[in-house]
Nanobody
Framework: QVHLVESGGGLVQPGGSLRLSCVAS????????MGWYRQAPGKQRELAAT???????SYADSVKGRFTISRDNAKNTVYLQMNSLKPEDTGVYSC?????????WGKGTLVTVSS
């Protein structure tokens, strides 16, 4: 059983920053890919950023240059640094991990960008 626990969401003004954290219940080396997805109110979930075990990064066009995904292997943690936040970044951000054994999701953390 894999557990992913997100934290770091909250209310921030436009132009502000937040850092999200995702702690895994096992070594993140056991996953082929880890990433962050988001779901805005009334919309489908979409990819924000992913990282492969080999270190290849991928970002949605809408967040390139503003968001950075990174990891701390010793802490089994993946981060999403979000800068220059916009109201359209509002949504529930969920951590995802994938390997041959399955596709795992955290419960998500809410990010609200509003003045």
């Amino acid at each position: 059983q894999v557990h992913l626990v997100e934290s770091g969401g909250g209310l921030v003004q436009p132009g502000g920053s937040l850092r999200l954290s995702c702690v895994a219940s096992r070594s993140i080396f056991s996953f082929n890919t880890m990433g962050w997805y988001r779901q805005a109110p009334g919309k489908q979930r979409e990819l924000a950023a992913t990282m492969t075990s080999g270190g290849t990064l991928s970002y949605a066009d809408s967040v390139k240059g503003r968001f950075t995904i990174s990891r701390d292997n010793a802490k089994n943690t993946v981060y999403l640094q979000m800068n220059s936040l916009k109201p359209e970044d509002t949504g529930v951000y969920s951590c995802n991990a994938r390997n041959s054994g399955g596709n795992y999701w955290g419960k998500g953390t809410l990010v609200t960008v509003s003045s």
